[in-house]
């Protein structure tokens, strides 16, 4: 048995001994989440709303919303990053063009209330703001995100319609200058255990702007972090560290940092990478480990800048 193989035999082990629920600030969130009732239209959130308690901000996160499932993971997830951050919300839909008494304007309002509603009663601190727009899905994203700190889509839409399409969040990871987070959802919901899982991060250099940001969100969210580093030539070998409070277990694998990533992100509650290869300018397609594993992973994957 491999370290790597222990390793994992151990968190299993650990996982199939502890409590449905988990003890991290994450692991709170989510199940609240994943406890709650779906998105029915009749839904009414506000009999479960909490006093809400909302204090100053200093960041943002913006989620592009349409009317499918995938959508609405991705807002949890998104609600869930500004709690644990502080931060505001912002919840952005976008319709084609159409006239001003659209029936489809009118489902998107309502949508939007019914989201609003959701997050109100789920993460009561969170500030929420919506935005109902007329244009291109990527484009509109795009300049919502110019001020956000996280950008969060989902990894599939609807085609009908008002609907993200499926290439919206790459466009989006490949041209925003800042962090991305799509919301890769296989398997959707997951076990008791999914709280508890690890960060994991794609190390190229331990002073990469994506290992900073792995260690913060580590740490807000109360987890571990495993480290990466992988190529030709690498040894199979574990070690411990800390890094800013967080628990670090570094992992060489002797195999490509794609393949690698994408096996570690099914025990993994999500993945960050390097949003593009070093000296790509934005706009340009995303990074070869970036695309697959938007396109591959077991869970939602944050791209960094």
Not at 84 to 90: D, F
Not at 211 to 235: I, K, Y
Not at 250 to 264: F, G, M, R, T
Not at 287 to 299: D, E, F, Y
């Amino acid at each position: 048995m491999s370290d790597l193989d222990r390793y994992h035999t151990q968190q299993d082990a650990r996982r199939a001994g502890s409590p449905p629920t988990s003890a991290t600030r994450y692991g709170a969130a989510v199940n609240r989440y994943l406890a709650a009732v779906g998105y029915r239209p009749e839904e009414s959130a506000g009999s479960t709303a909490a006093a809400r308690t909302v204090t100053p901000v200093a960041g943002l996160v913006v989620v592009g919303a349409d009317d499918t499932p995938t959508s609405y993971t991705a807002v949890d997830h998104a609600a869930i990053e500004a709690e644990l951050h502080g931060w505001m919300l912002r919840i952005v839909h976008v319709q084609h063009p159409g006239g001003p008494r659209s029936p489809k304007r009118d489902a998107g309002a309502r949508l939007l209330e019914r989201l609003t509603d959701r997050v109100h009663a789920y993460s009561p601190s969170v500030p929420v703001t919506c935005r109902l727009e007329i244009g291109t899905p990527s484009s509109t994203l795009l300049v919502d995100a110019e001020p956000a700190s996280l950008v969060v889509v989902g990894h599939r839409h609807s085609a009908v319609g008002a609907a993200f399409g499926l290439s919206v969040g790459d466009r989006v990871a490949a041209n925003h200058a800042g962090v991305v987070m799509v919301v890769r959802v296989p398997g959707w919901p997951p076990g008791p255990g999914f709280g508890a899982r690890p960060i994991v991060v794609g190390a190229e250099r331990a002073d990469s702007a994506a290992v900073r940001f792995a260690v913060d969100e580590a740490r807000v969210r109360g987890c571990d972090l495993v480290m990466l580093h992988g190529g030709a030539g690498a040894v199979a070998a574990t070690r411990l560290d800390t890094a800013g409070g967080v628990r670090v277990r570094h992992v060489d694998v002797p195999e490509d940092p794609a393949s690698a990533l994408i096996e570690e992100s099914s025990r993994a509650a999500a993945v960050v990478v390097g949003g593009r290869r070093a000296g790509v300018p934005a706009g340009a397609s995303l990074g070869s480990v970036g695309r697959a594993l938007v396109q591959r992973a077991h869970c939602p994957v944050f791209l960094v800048r």
